[in-house]
């Protein structure tokens, strides 16, 4: 008989001249690391959806002269994924093609940038129009896209965030909105979260609570961390905690209109204002979901008792790159700094600012996230409760976190080369994730918003079929 892994990999590959080569796997066979309920039977291999798109043949640098290239004048920095790092050549939508032809669903999207998919052709014409009309000039002068995009912004925004600051990066935007709050409140302690991400700038970075994101140099005064409220892996929470369509499995005696675990971790945020930072403070940097800590949500209403005790101090309460109250604070800074951004604002990129959110309002890409994110969430849900390394799984929309765990009883992280493994394995069936955690251990899923349900019924199956490969591997 012909085993079913045998071929798992061959309908995967693009039909071009350049077919990815199938690897062989190993046969199935009885493992000690699925749950008690787990079936095994010949597993069909996932199909990859259809896609209208054909690259054009890569004809530039070869693959070995890019490595080369990258060792002798990159940074030292190990950041490409897998052990041997894609080499892509061509985007179109939710797709990307590599320099041999392979086609990779994208699931994670530029690192959760590509909001309407790779090369969307409106956004195309857009950018091709003015290009050829006109690159760049500078906040000293103006032109109508920047006004324009500007204006579009605004108007999805509440009052009083109708004040527009463009900038470069969010890093970039963090230290301009921690100058904004410390001008405002005539304060200088700021807090943040655990396990948050905020920027690498040096000014960010005291910031930013991930440790391999810390350093043993100075790199920013006034910074004070505090505890993530974390209904997975934090002291308290369960099964009635988050503002999500997936909890935790683990239990609570929380009511569903009454969050226990809430009242502890603001006890614990108390904590921090009363002994860690001065009376008066300048403000509270959050993430609603942490990114790179892996889609890491908090209790129900957390955020809005958090925000009145921070506002109570003098501080200013920063969703990441967006600050309340910004009329006022934009005012504080203008009269302390004359702030100048060279490239923020270009007419090049505020004419795709444009083009993107018209595309996000044309296509309903709203109600699109929203309706094909809880589709694949509780999808992924039903991972969880098959596999016993997945331990939690979490998230709203398209933004989703997947947390492997050695058992569901210790909840100790999956070891990193295991996780790696995983990792290489999705790329291989032709899904690409992220990667994210304290210990790397959670797999990030942030997609375009252009997905379809067939794309997270294909990128379900793959994370499946790749599990049950690993589980095998256990076995032996």
Request: with cysteine.
């Amino acid at each position: 008989m012909t085993l079913p892994w045998r071929h798992l990999l061959r309908t995967l590959c693009l039909e071009t001249s350049f077919p990815r080569m199938p690897k062989k796997c190993p046969s199935l066979s009885l493992g000690a690391f699925w749950t008690s309920g787990t079936k095994l039977s010949l597993h069909t291999k996932p199909r990859m959806p259809p896609c209208d798109f054909t690259p054009e043949r890569y004809q530039s640098l070869a693959y070995s002269r890019v490595l080369d290239m990258h060792k002798k004048h990159f940074s030292p920095v190990q950041t490409a994924y897998f052990s041997e790092p894609l080499l892509l050549h061509q985007g179109h939508m939710e797709w990307l093609f590599d320099y041999q032809g392979n086609r990779y669903l994208d699931f994670f999207s530029g690192i959760v940038t590509v909001s309407v998919g790779h090369c969307h052709p409106k956004v195309n014409a857009v950018a091709q129009k003015q290009m050829g009309c006109l690159w760049h000039t500078s906040a000293l002068f103006f032109h109508p896209q920047i006004h324009a995009y500007a204006e579009k912004l605004s108007a999805l925004l509440p009052e009083p965030l109708k004040i527009i600051f463009l900038v470069n990066s969010g890093s970039e935007a963090n230290d301009l909105a921690m100058m904004m709050a410390r001008a405002h409140s005539n304060n200088m302690d700021v807090i943040s979260f655990r396990g948050g991400y905020h920027g690498s700038s040096p000014y960010t970075l005291s910031l930013s609570n991930v440790g391999s994101y810390r350093m043993t140099l100075s790199s920013g005064t006034g910074c004070q961390s505090t505890m993530c409220p974390d209904v997975f892996r934090g002291p308290w929470g369960g099964s009635h905690c988050r503002d999500s369509p997936v909890q935790t499995v683990r239990k609570c005696n929380c009511a569903p209109d009454c969050c226990q675990a809430k009242d502890q971790y603001i006890e614990q945020f108390k904590d921090t204002l009363n002994t860690s930072v001065a009376k008066s403070i300048a403000g509270f940097f959050v993430e609603p979901i942490q990114g790179v800590n892996g889609a890491v949500q908090y209790p129900k209403g957390f955020l809005k008792e958090a925000f009145e005790l921070v506002r109570e101090r003098g501080g200013m309460c920063i969703v990441d790159e967006v600050s309340g109250h910004g009329s006022e604070i934009a005012k504080s800074l203008g009269k302390r700094l004359w702030h100048f951004n060279t490239f923020g604002g270009s007419p090049m990129a505020c004419a795709i600012g444009s083009a993107v959110l018209e595309v996000i309002k044309e296509e309903h890409l709203q109600e699109n996230s929203h309706e094909v994110g809880t589709y694949m969430l509780l999808k992924f849900a039903k991972l969880r409760d098959e596999f016993e390394i997945i331990g939690d799984v979490r998230g709203k929309g398209l933004l989703i976190g997947i947390e492997m765990v050695k058992d569901k009883i210790s909840c100790q992280p999956l070891p990193s080369e295991e996780v790696s493994q995983i990792h290489e394995d999705c790329k291989d069936m032709g899904l690409l994730i992220g990667r994210g955690g304290i210990f790397s251990q959670t797999f990030r899923i942030a997609p375009s918003m252009c997905i379809s349900k067939t794309d997270a019924d294909f990128a379900v199956e793959v994370f499946r079929s790749v599990l049950i490969r690993h589980m095998e591997r256990k076995a032996k």
